[in-house]
């Protein structure tokens, strides 16, 4: 099975990033707009709306961003624990409605008990994986059942529960989901539409590809069906000179407004996907040909922090090798959120689209 090519961006509340410390307005009405506008522009196919613990309400920022845009899609990360499925399914759906079908949702079910426990959550690691799995798999069904229904699981617990609204896209709203740890996997294979990682070398890539088809297969789903987006923060410039050049201009920048907090901050200690980064990083500066992990060993790995350094035609052939595992979605954001994004239309998307049709035209014409 053969899926499209995607690009997916990320837009934020404000202006802010590694380079960038935030300042004004916690929600920035305009900023929103603007950076959903240049992505759409761009040729971007979704944006992500992250989600956090102390941030403003993910699902009311697309809900801006999407009344400012009229084509691109959104990927809306949302944690479960903190409302219903029944409320969550009916929040998406109407989301999905008004927007023209342009809804996906990114489950994200936590990487640190510290950070959970601000609002609330005080299960463990393995137990926030099993409820994510209750719960989406009573999203899809709220999604799609014609009548009402109850449910008595572990985490949830309802009568004649039902949504009324349904989403536009059929059969339900795209599920992403991420989590590198065994049990993350394994219910990855059962719920996941697209499971979603961070930025890992070529063999990391692999590997995590084959367990993720491995697990897809074992619940009985067929193994091509499932996508796989995968995360980067490419760096550009003219020549590779300049693109490294500018590289150790950001890493500077991030240790002179970390100073001590270099290698901790952000971190999330329980996270496999954190664990994998910083492993890709203990293993040298730059892995294969381009991948470049110094900012993800300065800030913890906490987060997309592992990058693509080069011209924008070299970034695409590191993206087309990727791609040729199985990647069929990259999420790429810069350093400097709204500018890069400009960049990525004018010059990656294209440059990768390129790169990937002709590794295509070259294996048809070999056979």
């Known amino acids: 099975m053969t899926h499209p090519l995607q690009f997916i961006g990320m837009i934020a509340h404000r202006a802010q990033s590694e380079l960038h410390p935030p300042a004004g ?10 950076f959903a506008q240049a992505h759409e522009a761009a040729g971007f196919d979704r944006i992500l709306v992250a989600w956090g613990s102390t941030a403003p309400d993910a699902l009311l920022v ?4 999407a009344a400012a845009t009229s084509r691109i899609g959104f990927m809306v990360a949302h944690r479960p624990g903190f409302i219903a499925p029944t409320l969550a399914a009916r929040q998406f759906a109407t989301f999905d409605q008004l927007s023209g079908g342009r809804a996906a949702v990114h489950i994200i079910s936590g990487g640190s008990s510290a950070e959970q426990r601000k609002d609330g959550d005080w299960l463990d690691h393995a137990e926030r994986y099993a409820r994510s799995e209750e719960y989406v798999a009573l999203l899809k069904r709220l999604w799609t059942s014609d009548t009402p229904f109850s449910h008595a699981g572990t985490y949830y617990r309802f009568e004649e529960g039902f ?3 349904k989403p536009l896209q059929q059969p339900h709203i795209p599920v992403f989901f991420g989590g590198s740890s065994d049990v993350a996997i394994d219910i990855a294979g059962r719920i996941a ?3 979603a ?8 890539a692999r590997e995590t590809i084959s367990r993720v088809r491995s697990s897809v297969a074992k619940a009985g789903r067929d193994p091509a069906a499932i996508r796989f987006s995968m995360s980067f923060r490419p760096v550009l410039a003219a020549t590779e000179d300049a693109a490294w050049a500018r590289a150790d201009r ?3 920048r991030i240790r002179e407004l970390r100073a001590d907090a270099v290698g901790s901050g ?3 200690p329980e996270s496999i996907g954190s664990k994998r980064l910083l492993e890709a990083a203990a293993g040298g500066r730059v892995r294969d040909a381009r991948l470049w ?3 993800a060993a300065a800030v913890g790995a906490g987060a997309n922090t592992t990058a693509l350094v080069g011209t924008s035609e070299q970034v695409a052939d590191a993206l087309a090798d990727y791609h040729a595992l199985g990647v069929d979605t990259f999420l790429i954001r810069g350093f400097d959120p709204l500018e890069d994004a400009v960049q990525y239309g004018a010059e990656l998307l294209p440059a990768t689209r390129a790169a990937i049709a002709a590794r295509g035209a070259i294996a048809v014409a070999a056979e």
């Open 25 to 34: 307005a916690v929600v920035d009405p305009d900023y929103i707009q603007r």
């Open 62 to 65: 697309a809900s801006h961003a």
């Open 163 to 165: 949504a009324e609204v």
């Open 193 to 195: 539409d697209v499971y």
């Open 197 to 204: 990682f961070w930025g890992e070398t070529l063999d990391q």
């Open 250 to 252: 950001i890493i500077a």
């Open 266 to 268: 952000g971190r999330k």
């Open 293 to 295: 992990t110094e900012v």
